[in-house]
């Protein structure tokens, strides 16, 4: 953070290999097809997208992911600034798919620079169908590839440039992988196996990813509900506590607050992973007791390289 001199802030400052700085993103990899999705563009991008693609990261084809597109889930600074980097002063990309709400690709069209990326077809903005998506469980998903689909949510949030989404994310078969960068210290590459969560129906594992909203109250559907469907939940917990932000109004940067969303999903089926977490969090202190209490209370801290794939039911010897 600009001009902070917390803590947190300074041990990542004097240490550089500690991710906990870089923001939190979602990769999707389909290492079956050979491509990966990142939900959101954030100003990391670029260090993540690397880890993502790093040369000893690779497809069923030997070769590395390719970048297969990216979703949005609203235009504040985190989540869309990384945009720029696939443009023609650094990557100059061609025709990268973005998928995103009707509100926010009229936010990338009517501005620029981010109108340049598209008149010179760096990317290629795909509209969600938010008719389709009202948080329903007859909404139709969009696929990615056969074996992953996501579903957008919409939720509240400081709508001052574009609405926000959620995600629900389908794998059927292979794995996600979760760039996850709020939180803890950055583990060394490791591409051994991602830990498996028990599959639901046909092998198909779901995740929520939801790294901004006002809160849970007004959602359509709740979030109790949403967290017993599922079996990952990557949730906002932006701020521990009321009154966390000194000298500042909380109110005008909305955000659950991490002590009720643990006693308000407190016994549900998913695993919770707490996520987006402000540089003021104590959940980011490895050895906070906040941190220490979450943990005993069930729940996961985000850290940067977290991986989830599937728990498969076929045959042995055959694949989904």
């Not at 999705?37 to 991008?45: E, G, K, R, V």
């Not at 400081?158 to 709020?182: F, G, H, Q």
């Not at 909305?254 to 549900?268: R, V």
Request: hydrophobic content about 35%; aromatic content about 6%; overall charge negative.
């Amino acid at each position: 953070m600009i001009g902070c001199g917390c803590h947190r802030c300074e041990y990542a400052r004097r240490n550089p290999d500690f991710k906990d700085g870089l923001v939190v993103c979602l990769a999707l990899a389909d290492e079956t097809e050979g491509k990966v999705f990142l939900i959101d563009a954030t100003p990391d991008l670029r260090e993540q997208l690397w880890y993502i693609q790093h040369p000893k990261r690779k497809g069923d084809s030997g070769r590395p992911l390719e970048l297969g597109g990216i979703l949005l889930t609203h235009a504040h600074i985190g989540h869309y600034t990384g945009l720029l980097q696939l443009g023609k002063e650094e990557a100059d990309m061609r025709g990268v798919p973005v998928f995103c709400t009707p509100s926010m690709a009229s936010f990338l069209r009517s501005n620029q620079p981010w109108r340049q990326l598209t008149d010179r077809g760096n990317i290629a903005i795909q509209e969600l169908d938010m008719d389709a998506t009202d948080n329903s469980k007859d909404a139709v998903p969009v696929q990615l590839t056969r074996s992953l689909s996501v579903l957008p949510v919409p939720v509240p949030h400081r709508a001052e440039l574009s609405d926000t989404v959620a995600y629900v994310v389908s794998v059927a078969s292979r794995a996600v992988d979760a760039s996850d960068t709020a939180v803890s210290h950055a583990p060394k590459l490791d591409l051994g196996p991602p830990a498996e969560v028990s599959s639901g129906e046909n092998d198909t594992m779901k995740l929520l990813y939801c790294p901004d909203t006002d809160g849970w109250s007004d959602w359509k559907r709740s979030i109790s509900s949403w967290c017993n469907e599922v079996d990952v939940a990557l949730l906002d917990a932006t701020f521990h506590g009321k009154g966390e932000l000194k000298g500042r109004d909380m109110s005008e940067v909305s955000h659950p607050i991490a002590t009720e969303t643990m006693a308000q999903l407190a016994g549900c089926k998913a695993e919770v992973v707490l996520i987006h977490l402000n540089h003021t969090n104590p959940l980011l202190t490895a050895d906070s007791p906040e941190r220490a209490q979450a943990v005993a209370a069930g729940y996961k801290v985000g850290s940067f390289g977290m991986e989830w794939a599937p728990t498969l039911k076929t045959p042995a010897g055959s694949r989904a």
